[in-house]
């Protein structure tokens, strides 16, 4: 289903693979994108252009274009809008990443001590995209019903320091400085991979990530409702396990699991571990 066949791989023990879910490659959302409010398309010849003022896809991102011309994040945003459906650009236009899919070959492992992992047969540059995060998008007040249980669910509701400031120097771009409030703002959009779900459902946790999520709209304009993307932190090399920093939800500094009462034992080993998450 996806660009590049995703294997599963286990050396550990003799189970055949994760408990039945259902594999997508689209958010599952509350109501239909069609009913959704559209995005207006910019009316760039062939390709958007960095600095051009006329772009209105790069009005959106605040005057310019949030990736580089060989598809690298340029820096984090609160969100960071895509070219759409209707654009006049090309399907070649360097504002046009995310929407594409996945284009690394990923592999599924059995870990040690931590369930399933996820990691790429090749070396992964910053900033490169790796996945997005899909799922069903469930309603807040639903979220107890998913029982503790459920370690499937992605609330935007924390980006740490390093990541919110990632590959950001506005004193070098000549840029203001970040605002921190605007980009940490929590996203209200709550995701849950549990019973329908790709790849990123097996990304683990780590105190020291090396990848991160950003919002990204292509194919609506509705901001509660982003799509959830990941990207390099820093340059990852071949066969290393792709982690994200799960947070803690009992000290309003981290990623909550909905629906988790204890924060769980930390086993990722990294010298600043903190020794528990979730």
Known sequence: MENMPVCLVNEVDTV??????????????LQPIISMRSLIGCRCISVCLPGDAGCSCAQLNGGNLPFCANGFIVSRKHVLYECNNFCSCSINCRNRVTQKGMNLHLEVFKTKDRGWGLRSWEPI?????ICEYVGEVIDKIKVNEYGEE?????????VDEKTLKWNHGPELLGEPSINDSEISKPLPIILSSKNVGNVARFINHSCSPNIFWQPVLHDHDEREYPHIMFFALKHIPPMMELTFDYGLSNDNVGWSVAGARQP??????SPKCRGLFG
């Open 16 to 29: 055949k693979g994760p408990i039945h879910f259902t594999y997508s490659t689209k958010v599952k959302y």
């Open 264 to 269: 769980k034992k930390c086993l990722c080993g």
């Open 150 to 158: 459920d370690q499937y669910i992605f609330k935007g509701n924390y």
């Open 125 to 129: 540059r910053a900033g490169t995209f």
